[in-house]
């Protein structure tokens, strides 16, 4: 089992940045990758972020590469996805999810194979 709890969503205007931190708990050591994903209202869940928490390795979304940087403290358990240059698109609820089924579902996004998911955090940007 892994807990999942996502902060560091909120509000801002374009052109900002945000912080999103995720802190895992419970059989931490089961997560091949860690993968940030985001949902609109009316729009189907999507890949944003990935990290291997292995060897540290990550991909990312075109819409937001060049963009926002996911990276990890595996001391403390710890995701993180860093957003420069927020846009009004970006706006979703933001979701934390582990993989723990050794990595094949990790850089397609495939989100059948993340088991665990935080409870999502609200990231609203204004124009």
């Known amino acids: 089992q892994v807990q999942l709890v996502e902060s560091g969503g909120g509000s801002v205007q374009a052109g900002g940045s945000l912080r999103l931190s995720c802190a895992a708990s419970g059989d931490t050591y089961r997560r091949s990758c860690m993968a940030w994903f985001r949902q609109a209202p009316g729009k189907e869940r999507e890949g944003v972020a990935v990290?291997?928490?292995?060897?540290?390795?990550?991909y990312y979304a075109g819409s937001v590469k060049g963009r926002f940087t996911i990276s990890q403290d595996n001391a403390k358990n710890t995701v993180y996805l860093q957003m420069n240059s927020l846009k009004p698109e970006d706006t979703a609820m933001y979701y934390c999810?582990?993989?723990?089924?050794?990595?094949?579902?990790?850089?397609?996004?495939?989100?059948?194979?993340?088991?665990?998911w935080g409870q999502g955090t609200q990231v609203t940007v204004s124009s």
């Open positions: 999810a582990a993989e723990t089924r050794g990595g094949t579902y990790c850089y397609n996004f495939r989100q059948v194979g993340f088991d665990y």
């Open positions: 990290i291997y928490t292995g060897g540290g390795s990550t």
